[in-house]
């Protein structure tokens, strides 16, 4: 930390982290009822931590011109520790992880019920050549938010190919 920033008065004698700081105190061997003035000590080093941690993330997104704090702006900012980067690294990729394994639990599990209550494109027609068949994505375009865009082209397509195909 580069330099000490000035507590605000009114968070002085709050204890933020009172609760996990009496767990990991613990856990390192002291007693279950650490001394109060302990407590607050730490509490006050790791609020600070927080703090001046944000203010150079802060820092690193102004000079990209930007107003939002990203993910990298925190990367940079404790880039001189590799223990912490390499540990936040982890949790971040633990974190997609989770979201992928996510993504396929709902759209395997959750869906499956409401896909055949549903009518598909190519069946709603009468069975004439409306569709591929395929029960794949639309035009080789992913689902997700491009996805979608790329339906509603498909879609409009679709329709205007039945519209003239009846004749």
Do not use: W
């Not at 007693?31 to 790791?46: K, S, Y």
């Not at 949790?91 to 992880?97: S, V």
């Not at 996510?102 to 409401?114: S, W």
């Amino acid at each position: 930390m580069t330099e000490v920033r000035a507590r605000a008065a009114r968070h002085k004698g709050q204890l933020n982290f009172e609760s996990d700081l009496r767990a990991l105190l613990f856990a390192y061997g002291d007693d279950h009822e650490p001394l109060p003035e302990t407590i607050r000590v730490l509490d006050e080093i790791v609020a600070d931590f927080i703090i001046e941690t944000c203010h150079q993330a802060a820092r690193s997104a102004s000079y990209s011109n930007r107003q939002k704090i990203k993910v990298d702006d925190f990367k940079f900012a404790i880039r001189d520790n590799p223990m912490m980067l390499g540990r936040v690294q982890e949790l971040l990729g633990m974190d997609k992880e989770l979201k992928a394994a996510k993504q396929l639990f709902d759209d395997g599990e959750g869906k499956i019920g409401l896909e055949k209550s549903k009518p598909k494109r190519g069946d709603a027609g009468g069975g004439g050549g409306g569709g591929s068949g395929a029960a794949g994505p639309v035009d080789g375009v992913k689902e997700g938010k491009k996805g979608r865009r790329g339906k509603r082209k498909a879609k409009a397509k679709d329709e205007d190919e039945d519209g003239d195909g009846d004749e």
